[in-house]
T-cell receptor, first 107, second 112 residues
Framework: KNEVEQSPQNLTAQEGEFITINCSYS?????LHWLQQHPGGGIVSLFM???GKKKHGRLIATINIQEKHSSLHITASHPRDSAVYIC?????????FGAGTRLTVKP | EPEVTQTPSHQVTQMGQEVILRCVPI?????FYWYRQILGQKVEFLVS????????KSEIFDDQFSVERPDGSNFTLKIRSTKLEDSAMYFC??????????FGPGTRLLVL
């Protein structure tokens, strides 16, 4: 069983739709990261959270420590949001990555 | 905005050759990381480095791999004798104490 599981694997949405990507983890964590990987391969860190909720622009990340679950939401999605979104569990300087969710937003 | 840089962007090498991948972390960052991503697969943690020593390493990071911070700015990953399965994108990252990680653009390594 993977230590970090994401769903869905692939997601296609129409521009403007509300997007939710889910992440469940089975390891202990000190923080949960959400990353965005662009088609060219570059990785950008979106959020690092250890409790509650964080918001940045149209992106919202939540985490439930008791349930070992996190969600990434994108409001008013746009084609430029098309990317792979990766959840990663961080503990003791070790990071375990999910397989990623490939999001395609169509105009 | 400060950024993590990596060189080279692409490297092709013959099996059995040594390669050194270079990273320049953000200047006030103290924690450094190497990750790899084999084509079509998920990102994997290799090693973390703090205070001039390895703090964590994964099972992938065997004796063929080593890391070094030879001066105040560079952070290198050396693969002593490359294998075909070392072909991957290698990402460096750095962070401050308690901060989020900033990733470099990656080095794409192809072992023939």
């Amino acid at each position: 069983k993977n230590e970090v599981e994401q769903s869905p694997q692939n997601l296609t949405a129409q521009e403007g739709e509300f997007i939710t990507i889910n992440c469940s983890y089975s390891v202990g964590i000190s923080a949960l990261h959400w990353l965005q990987q662009h088609p060219g391969g570059g990785i950008v860190s979106l959020f690092m959270l250890s409790s509650g909720k964080k918001k940045h622009g149209r992106l919202i990340a939540t985490i439930n420590i008791q349930e070992k679950h996190s969600s990434l939401h994108i409001t008013a999605s746009h084609p430029r949001d098309s990317a792979v979104y990766i959840c990663a569990a961080y503990n003791n300087n070790d990071m375990r990555f999910g397989a990623g969710t490939r999001l395609t937003v169509k105009p | 905005e400060p950024e993590v840089t990596q060189t080279p962007s692409h490297q092709v090498t013959q099996m059995g050759q040594e390669v050194i991948l270079r990273c320049v972390p953000i200047s006030n960052h103290l924690y450094f990381y190497w990750y790899r991503q084999i084509l079509g697969q998920k990102v994997e943690f290799l090693v973390s480095f703090y205070n001039n020593e390895i703090s964590e390493k994964s099972e992938i990071f065997d004796d063929q791999f080593s890391v070094e911070r030879p001066d105040g700015s560079n952070f290198t990953l050396k693969i002593r004798s490359t294998k075909l399965e070392d072909s991957a994108m290698y990402f460096c990252a750095s962070r401050t104490n308690g901060g989020t990680q900033y990733f470099g653009p990656g080095t794409r390594l192809l072992v023939l």
